[in-house]
Every structure is written in structure tokens, then in C-alpha cells.
Nanobody, 122 residues
Framework: QGQLAESGGGSVQAGGSLKLSCVVS????????MSWHRQAPGKGRELVSS???????TYIDSVKGRFTISQDNVDRTLYLQMNNLKTDDTAVYYC????????????????WGQGTQVTVSS
């Protein structure tokens, strides 16, 4: 069983919405940053959005105003609310966790989920 488990992907028409979830295993005891990445067919993996433990967020320009990243520390779940989806958003979406070896200012290990497919049709 993986340490990060994504769900919520699916097929929607352009303009629709999806909400991705990523449950963080209890074996991951500490993170510095959580993030969503995606990989479209024939393209490299790109960072879509991230959130630090104190709530600071980042987004790539193409999703600003449409996607919202959030986390629930009680439920150990990371979310990505995706609105007004476009065909260019079609990709496999991956959840990732930056885990500190000692502290967040030092070396980090990165854990990945297995990915969830998002398909947006016109």
C-alpha cells in the first residue's frame, strides 16, 4: 500500500469541475510541503500547485483562478479543487510530499502517489 493515495479523477466536459483528494499515510509523520503535479501524454511532469505547512500556496499560471489547493491536517488529506476545466488540463495528476530528513531547511525526501487520471473533453 502506498503512502500517498489519490482519488477523484475522472472524465468531464470542458467547463466542468473535479476535486482530487490525496490521503497521507500515517507512516508519513512529517512534511514540509505537499504538492500536485501532472503529466500529460507525451509531456514531462509539471508542478501544478503546492502548499506548505503554514498554508503558503503556489500555482502555475495556467491554473490560477481555476484551481485551489487545500489540506486538512486532521484527516491527513490534501485536496485540489479544479473548476472551469479545459482540455489542456487532461493529464495524470500526482500527489507528492516533501519529507524532511532532519528539518525543512535541510535535505528532503520526496514521496509520490500512484496518480489519478483527469480527462477533459471539448
Amino acid at each position: 500500500q502506498g503512502q500517498l493515495a489519490e482519488s477523484g479523477g475522472g472524465s468531464v466536459q470542458a467547463g466542468g469541475s473535479l476535486k482530487l483528494s490525496c490521503v497521507v499515510s500515517e507512516y508519513i509523520t512529517r512534511t514540509c510541503r505537499m504538492s500536485w503535479h501532472r503529466q500529460a501524454p507525451g509531456k514531462g511532469r509539471e508542478l501544478v500547485s503546492s502548499i506548505t505547512t503554514d498554508g503558503a500556496t503556489t500555482y502555475i499560471d495556467s491554473v490560477k483562478g481555476r484551481f485551489t489547493i487545500s489540506q486538512d491536517n486532521v484527516d491527513r488529506t490534501l485536496y485540489l479543487q479544479m473548476n472551469n476545466l479545459k482540455t489542456d488540463d487532461t493529464a495524470v495528476y500526482y500527489c507528492a510530499a516533501d519529507r524532511p530528513i532532519d528539518d525543512c531547511g535541510g535535505s528532503l525526501l520526496m514521496s509520490w502517489g500512484q496518480g489519478t487520471q483527469v480527462t477533459v473533453s471539448s
